[in-house]
């Protein structure tokens, strides 16, 4: 045993001494009996538990390990206490193991403690320690990356992190010469690290498990806007996937995984679309000269989509305009650009159908079949074959437990001679006819061969895609169908029956995805930048007028706007109508001034948060509004020739009121829809300009009033 003395205030700071120690075995004792004067302000500063987690970092192996060794601590004329205790609790060890690990070419077998500590200002994040002897050397390894979280959060809500430390023979011959580090290569070191992840994710798997779900909520969501890119799973669940996955990843390096994976499944994507499309010789030169202006890799992927989507749009389109002449039916030309007929999505991949023309959703069902008979061979007499028929295995909605049956029926574009009762010219008829055959087969033959039952149906949905002509809107009142929420979209659950129906307008659906599309396309095709966006398919429907917002600010905003403009109106026309004299039209005039000004603050409010497809309603508004400014003010500051002034400004002013509402309502009112959309812009000057130049000459005041115009 040898003592010695180290002294700060000496030249020679440490001296061996001669006499024993005071103390028995191995230790140290330090006196501070005269403290450097510039350290009384730091001393004074510690506290005791700073002191203690000090002690817990310098001697962490031998607590990690347990082997304890007596400290004892005394805090000014406080007792001296023995803290070992005090890290009984701190360090908890919960595992220890051995792993073979190679190192020279040889196997060497290695050891490892794993130990739970509550966070600290010291023990932030989960970390792996190597140890040689009797000592942590090195720097800490970071665990938080592999197992996703910084810390783990126990059942009383307290945070905790865990430390492991490896050690084994094999490191101490490696230990530098000032042996502070061990000499392991960079490899070496991250399959340690790798290793000892797996060990603490398999004793932590409820906290993983945790961090698991978490990572497919956020993933489930984020796919709700980008719903293409579930085709990157490749047939898995979404569990299975991100189990799979790093625990660290967000909803975007799923994203930017899934979109790769999406992009690699569809491997030649441009002669897809033009299978799909099947049109314009230079279709694929377009959509790739289009490309070629964005970034490769994920952003092509999602780029080449969105073309794709733009042009089937358009194909169809010109498939309702195809002439009487043409060798197939329209509603054939529809079928076949929508899914492939005579076929199923065991042989068709995403790509090669456009099931979003009428849902999304449909394209993630787990079978779809077009034009074909149930038996699956060719059509038979007294067959029913249903257009698209799809097959659901699971109900999102309800309590029920069972399975969906969805078939949808194209009807020619413009077809008007449907009559009521007759089962050839009756499409409700048809639709009824035809799932009661297909729930009554119990199931349908695959392309493949197989075959595909559909156990306990409970639930049974057809639509019809066709214009509700007037033929088709009698035949659907007959048949007892409302439209009480949307003018065009008529639906009717058969309780008898046990099936919703429900007639689509295949050119309100089309205007709908063209707008989707367009925004969507707008910012990706001209910024070099990706963001996602979303996309505008939430809608609330309102008097047969859609609102494209189910945000109840969004709402609000706009029951004020609307109740203004009905105030608006009303006071505008009473005040046209009334004795231009002190009394009822200048009270009413003031009304329509006030209740303009809130329309036009209120429309701005709208405006700016879909500035793309409403700033045209702010320009009006703010005409509007200036034109209605101008004239009161004439007649308050009694301008020369304020009369006729007055007049042409509130004229004005009521007329692009009108103009605005018509431009942003006129398709989904009766009579104004069947207008093209120019007619909203036109009729409403067509008509008050007129008026208001016959009042000039006539209002009585003008008469006699010089100046402007006069």
């Given at each position: 045993m040898r003592a010695f003395r180290f002294d700060v205030t000496q030249e020679q700071e440490l001296t061996f001494r001669q006499t024993e120690p005071t103390f028995t075995g191995p230790g140290l004792c330090v006196d501070y009996d005269q403290p450097l004067t510039s350290w009384y302000e730091l001393i004074r500063q510690i506290q005791p538990a700073d002191v203690l987690d000090q002690i817990g970092s310098h001697f962490l192996p031998y607590f990690l390990y347990r082997w304890l060794p007596k400290i004892t601590i005394q805090f000014d004329d406080s007792p001296p206490e023995n803290i070992t205790a005090h890290f009984k609790g701190v360090f908890v060890q919960y595992d220890t193991g051995n792993f073979p690990c190679e190192l020279d070419g040889s196997e060497e077998v290695l050891s490892y403690s794993l130990t739970r500590i509550t966070k600290s200002r010291l023990f932030k994040s989960h970390c792996l320690l190597f140890s040689a002897a009797d000592r942590i050397v090195g720097s800490p390894r970071d665990l938080a990356t592999k197992l996703g979280e910084p810390h783990f959060v126990d059942e009383k809500g307290e945070k905790y992190v865990v430390i492991a430390v490896v050690r084994g023979e094999a490191f101490e011959g490696r230990l530098n010469d000032a042996r502070t580090s061990i000499d392991l290569p960079t490899k070496v070191a991250e399959n340690i690290v790798s290793t000892i992840s797996d060990v603490v994710q398999s004793k932590e798997r409820g906290q993983i498990e945790k961090i698991k779900s978490d990572q497919s909520a956020e993933l489930g969501d984020a796919l709700k806007e980008n719903p293409i890119l579930r085709l990157g799973l490749r047939g898995r669940t979404l569990s299975d996937y991100v189990a799979a996955k790093p625990n660290h990843w967000r909803a975007e390096e799923f994203i930017s995984d899934l979109a790769i994976e999406r992009y690699r499944a569809t491997n030649d994507l441009t002669k897809q679309i033009v299978a799909a499309a099947s049109n314009r010789e230079d279709y694929e030169k377009k959509v790739k000269e289009?490309?070629?202006?964005?970034?490769?890799?994920?952003?092509?992927?999602?780029?080449?989509?969105?073309?794709?989507?733009?042009?089937?749009?358009?194909?169809?389109?010109?498939?309702?305009?195809?002439?009487?002449?043409?060798?197939?039916?329209?509603?054939?030309?529809?079928?076949?650009?929508?899914?492939?007929?005579?076929?199923?999505?065991?042989?068709?991949?995403?790509?090669?159908?456009?099931?979003?023309?009428?849902?999304?959703?449909?394209?993630?069902?787990?079978?779809?079949?077009?034009?074909?008979?149930?038996?699956?061979?060719?059509?038979?007499?007294?067959?029913?074959?249903?257009?698209?028929?799809?097959?659901?295995?699971?109900?999102?909605?309800?309590?029920?437990?069972?399975?969906?049956?969805?078939i949808v029926e194209f009807k020619k574009p413009s077809r008007d001679d449907y009559s009521f009762g007759k089962t050839k010219s009756d499409p409700v008829l048809q639709v009824i006819e035809t799932l009661e055959k297909a729930t009554a087969a119990g199931g349908i033959t695959r392309t493949d061969g197989s075959h595909m039952s559909f156990p306990k149906v409970v639930r049974r949905f057809a639509f019809i895609v066709a214009d509700v002509t007037p033929t088709l809107s009698k035949l659907l009142k007959q048949h007892d169908f409302k439209n009480d929420w949307n003018p065009r979209i008529y639906v009717r659950y058969r309780t008898t029956n046990g099936f919703l129906s429900k007639p689509l307008v295949m050119r309100r659906s089309l205007r709908w995805r063209r707008s989707a599309t367009k925004r969507f396309s707008q910012y990706f095709l001209t910024n070099n930048a990706w963001t996602p966006c979303r996309m505008p398919h939430e809608t609330t429907i309102v008097l047969g007028i859609e609102i494209p917002s189910t945000d109840p600010a969004f709402l609000t905003t706009v029951a004020f706007h609307v109740l203004a403009g009905l105030v608006c109106v009303a006071a505008g026309v009473i005040a046209m109508l009334s004795e231009k004299r002190p009394g009822r039209h200048p009270s009413f005039g003031a009304i329509y001034y006030?209740?303009?000004?809130?329309?036009?603050?209120?429309?701005?409010?709208l405006a700016v948060v879909r500035w793309a497809e409403d700033y045209h309603l702010f320009i009006l508004g703010a005409l509007s509004f200036g034109a209605a400014f101008l004239g009161r003010t004439a007649r308050q500051q009694r301008w020369r020739g304020w009369v006729r002034l007055h007049i042409i400004c509130m004229g004005a002013s009521y007329i692009l009121l009108l103009t605005a509402f018509y431009?942003?309502?006129?398709?989904?009112l009766p009579f104004w829809r069947e207008l093209p959309s120019m007619a909203y812009w036109l009729v409403p000057g067509a008509i008050g300009i007129p008026l208001v130049i016959r009042a000039l000459p006539r209002h009585p005041l003008a008469q006699h009033s010089p100046g402007f115009l006069s």
């Open positions: 289009l490309v070629s202006k964005l970034d490769q890799g994920k952003k092509e992927a999602l780029a080449e989509y969105i073309i794709h989507r733009k042009n089937i749009i358009s194909l169809v389109e010109s498939a309702q305009r195809y002439g009487e002449d043409a060798t197939r039916a329209p509603e054939e030309d529809i079928h076949e650009l929508v899914f492939r007929r005579f076929s199923d999505n065991v042989e068709m991949s995403y790509f090669e159908h456009n099931l979003w023309l009428i849902d999304d959703a449909l394209a993630f069902l787990p079978y779809v079949s077009s034009d074909r008979a149930m038996h699956g061979k060719g059509r038979k007499a007294g067959d029913k074959v249903t257009d698209l028929l799809f097959y659901d295995d699971s109900l999102v909605l309800g309590d029920e437990e069972g399975t969906t049956l969805t006030w209740s303009l000004a809130a329309v036009f603050a209120s429309a701005t409010a431009v942003d309502n006129g398709k989904s």
